[in-house]
């Protein structure tokens, strides 16, 4: 456009968190929302172990160091321009379709073990994931909020390896980078909004927010489109979403037999 381009291979890099940012305050401008809630406003001030200012700090931080890492991957590894399917014949179609699916389970399968791993070790939950657990009390822009060395791990090795698993162009990638942070943006939100799609997931918000409670730190490692892994490897805990007397919901956990 006025004979200013920009390559797939940048807005891949930059557009997702441009999308993670108007995600994330879309949510606030909804307001309080007591209703909906799964905790009360005020927790996110009072039952956090870290300031919201830190954690602006933090998620561009990370986001700058994504933007750096995805450039380099994509001048290591290669644009796959060649595989870019058409949206002019069906058989391209569905190339996308199982590219979109198998980034989906390559990225849910990485970080639910990782993800388990950085739980179940003492040392790597105490000095990594300890600090994304600072949030007690999920919203939706601190959803990257954690340590730099996890965040590479997580968020930049994961979307690599997705990309490269799947075999996507660059243009695709925008859309499945996209996709996978909205969705986990909407993990962290703490609301249950009706009509919401994402809430008749398996993995929904309730399943992730119940992980963020001290209770829930054992189960529901899923992270972010399935819960297949949880169910399978036995760490799916199952939930009741019930009404609070004062108002919003509150979860409880229910075991299978």
Same mark, same amino acid.
């Given at each position: ?31 309080? /929302? ?62 996308? /379709? ?90 962290? /939100? ?68």
């Amino acid at each position: 456009m006025g004979g200013f381009d920009i390559s797939d291979e940048v807005l891949s890099a930059v557009v997702p968190n441009i999308v993670y940012w108007v995600y994330s305050w879309m949510y606030l401008a909804l307001g309080t /929302c007591p209703d909906y809630r799964l905790h009360p406003k005020e927790d996110q001030d009072t039952k956090n172990f870290v300031s919201k200012k830190a954690v602006i700090k933090n998620v561009l931080l990370q986001q700058l160091r994504q933007v750096i890492a995805f450039l380099l991957m994509y001048k290591v590894a290669g644009s796959n321009v060649d595989r870019a399917p058409s949206v002019a014949d069906m058989s391209s179609f569905l190339v996308a /379709c199982r590219q979109f699916f198998v980034a989906m389970v390559a990225l849910d399968t990485y970080q639910y073990f990782l993800h388990r791993l950085m739980h179940q070790n003492k040392f790597l939950y105490r000095h990594l994931h300890s600090q994304h657990h600072r949030l007690v009390v999920p919203y939706t822009y601190g959803a990257i909020y954690n340590h730099p060395i996890e965040g590479f791990l997580f968020d930049i090795v994961g979307g690599i390896l997705s990309y490269v698993v799947s075999g996507m162009s660059p243009r695709m990638s925008i859309y499945f980078y996209c996709f996978a942070t909205i969705k986990n943006v909407d993990d962290h /939100c703490g609301l249950l909004l009706p009509g919401n799609p994402w809430q008749f997931l398996s993995n929904s918000t309730a399943f992730h927010d119940f992980h963020h409670q001290h209770v829930g730190g054992k189960y529901n490692f899923s992270q972010p489109f399935f819960a297949f892994w949880d169910k399978l490897l036995g760490t799916y805990m199952p939930l009741s979403v019930e009404e609070r007397a004062d108002g919003g919901f509150q979860l409880k956990p229910r075991p299978t037999k």
